[in-house]
């Protein structure tokens, strides 16, 4: 019953002369804290970066498959042999792989 006296009391019609009272507003307190924040970055979960090794290692693997691909689907194309190398290589973007 309060929430709703206090709708009547500031939606009435106020009498003449008198100022409408100024409404405050609470500043809206933010849902978590910056130590809440700093404990789920990935540092703080142990969560190791990438190492440039690592990267490039990727890179060649990636390009080594791209390079299969290539000449699996060439040679398909031509109707011509399947290289040894690239009849064995999965397709790129194969989960079993």
């Known amino acids: 019953m309060i929430g709703h006296t206090g709708f009547l009391i500031t939606a ?40 440039d090794k690592v990267l490039r290692k990727r890179v060649r693997i990636a390009e080594h498959g791209a390079q299969l691909a ?6 398909e194309a031509d109707g011509g042999v399947v290289p040894a190398d690239a009849a064995d290589a999965p397709e790129p973007g194969d989960p079993t792989a």
Not at 70 to 75: L, S, T, V
């Open 12 to 51: 009435r019609r106020l009498a003449p002369g008198s100022v409408l009272p100024q409404l405050k507003r609470r500043a809206s307190k933010s849902d978590f804290s910056d130590e809440d924040m700093e404990a789920w970055t990935p540092g703080s979960l142990g969560e190791r970066k990438v190492s």
């Open 70 to 75: 290539g000449a699996r689907d060439q040679a």
